[in-house]
């Protein structure tokens, strides 16, 4: 993966997202992509409406579809994950407990759930946290969040890329707010951060120590999306004219 911002996530499992001039949003000392990306407190409402329910859209003329075999990762286990992604992985457990399995070019970060919330349980034998040719987890494991996050220029700020947004978005188009809105046929609230920092995942970044990344000029806006059972919440930055998406986590509703 090209690493223009090495060292600098929300997956971000997850997504997944670490403080930077403000409040995290998640648990402290996690190093995973939800601890990449970190807001203030206080957020600003730009357009509110009530999203519906949700199905996955159906194909007709329409620019965008999603991959179903992805939102089918989420409601799977490690056993699926080791089927839909093979090769080289960091793997850790985070700050808050789950089991994180980080794949690159393009990015996709999965959490996961071990046994009893015992983390020693969730390694095969013989493994531990870093680098691995292969995934080190045992197969049960039940995915709890998906993360897909690319690169931008948080000095800008701009979208470097879209490569690992498309995992899930199937589309050619530049994947923005107004985009998502009209393929969806939802306009959920935009919710923005001012203070938010980045860091993009790669073999050379992590693990990412006490690095808290740069911070995003302007920070951010993230909208959730409903489809079917599955949330997801997108972040977007302010480049040029339009709000363009980053930053991607699956999870249940």
């Not at 929300?10 to 190093?31: E, F, N």
């Not at 730009?46 to 089918?72: F, I, M, V, Y």
């Not at 080289?88 to 071990?114: E, K, N």
């Not at 993009?200 to 992590?206: A, D, G, K």
Request: aromatic residues 8%; glycine residues 8%; charged residues 20%.
């Amino acid at each position: 993966m090209k690493n223009l911002l090495f060292p600098i996530v929300l997956m971000l499992s997850a997504l997944s997202l670490s403080a930077c001039g403000g409040a995290s949003s998640q648990a402290a000392g996690t190093t995973n992509p939800q601890a990449m990306l970190s807001g203030s407190q206080a957020e600003t409402t730009h357009a509110q409406s009530e999203p519906p329910a949700g199905e996955l859209p159906q194909a007709g003329n329409r620019a965008l579809s999603l991959n179903e075999d992805l939102l089918a990762l989420l409601y799977s286990d490690n056993a699926g994950v080791k089927q839909a992604r093979e090769g080289g992985c960091y793997a850790q457990i985070t700050g808050r407990g789950t089991a994180c399995v980080s794949y690159f070019d393009p990015y996709l970060d999965v959490q996961m759930t071990p046994p009893d919330w015992e983390p020693a349980a969730a390694w095969r034998e013989e493994y531990i946290a870093g680098h691995h040719e292969e995934n080190p987890f045992v197969d049960e494991l039940p995915v709890l969040e998906l993360t897909l996050m690319d690169e931008i220029d948080p000095l800008a700020p701009t979208v470097e890329g879209q490569d690992s947004l498309r995992q899930l978005f199937l589309t050619d188009e530049r994947i923005t707010y107004p985009f998502l809105c009209d393929n969806l046929q939802q306009t959920p609230e935009l919710a923005h951060s001012e203070e938010v920092c980045y860091l993009m995942p790669s073999p050379q970044t992590l693990p990412f120590g006490d690095d808290p990344g740069q911070p995003i000029k302007g920070g951010d806006w993230r909208a959730v999306f409903l489809v079917g059972d599955a949330q997801i919440t997108v972040h977007f930055i302010q480049s040029g004219e339009e709000l363009v998406a980053y930053y991607a986590v699956l999870g249940k509703q």
